[in-house]
């Protein structure tokens, strides 16, 4: 499935991290678990933005439900202050809920690991990363409003620059000195690998 469904050029890499999940589940088990149906939680950013968090599966293990998050990233670039953002984000939207109160939840990274892709042997190119809900000191309330500003203020001027572009744009497309076919060339470009 990695290597047949989505992007092609994201094929390589989904199959590297479904592999790496797999070797982890060898010694981990989650297999073995009872997997749990759950509904999608959100994060409130503001009135009007909610983020839109989910985890992979929850399992029931010793008696307690335990959610599993996920990140396929390749690289795990996150500060201190950015991992104690995603896990309060967690924290707020879904392990404040009833049934997960006193679940220890995990989050799972499988970056690439550098030693790995000069070891022949190895198979696999990336290595675990777990975090365990315990790991990483929740933001306080200022800390969290800050954060929530500064994603505001960027999302922000990051739509007035997407505005800009537009604009100009269109303005070439009135003026005839960009060809309509040549933008929707440049943007599948994007997203298909040659």
């Known amino acids: 499935m990695a290597t047949s469904k989505g992007a092609p050029a994201g094929w390589t890499q989904n199959r590297h991290l479904v592999e790496a999940f797999f070797d982890y589940d060898a010694t981990r088990k989650f297999g073995a678990s009872n997997p749990i149906e759950f509904e999608r939680e959100f994060f409130r950013v503001s009135r009007e933005v909610?983020?839109?968090?989910?985890?992979?599966?929850?399992?029931?293990?010793?008696?307690?439900?335990?959610?599993?998050?996920?990140?396929?990233?390749?690289?795990?670039?996150l500060s201190l202050l950015q991992r104690r953002l995603l896990m309060t984000v967690y924290e707020d939207a879904f392990f404040s809920l009833t049934d997960f109160r006193d679940s220890p939840g995990e989050v799972l990274f499988f970056p690439k690991n550098e030693a790995r892709e000069r070891s022949p042997e190895e198979k696999n190119l990336r290595a675990p990363e777990i975090w365990q809900r315990s790991d990483y000191d929740l933001l306080s309330l200022t800390e969290l409003n800050e954060c929530v500003e500064i994603f505001v203020l960027a999302r922000d001027m990051a739509r007035q620059v997407l505005q800009n572009e537009i604009r100009d744009l269109q303005d070439k497309m009135k003026a005839d000195i960009v060809d309509p076919g040549e933008v929707k060339s440049s943007v599948d470009d994007l997203f298909t690998k040659k």
């Open 50 to 77: 909610l983020v839109p968090v989910a985890p992979v599966s929850i399992i029931r293990e010793r008696g307690k439900f335990v959610p599993i998050f996920v990140c396929g990233w390749t690289t795990n670039p």
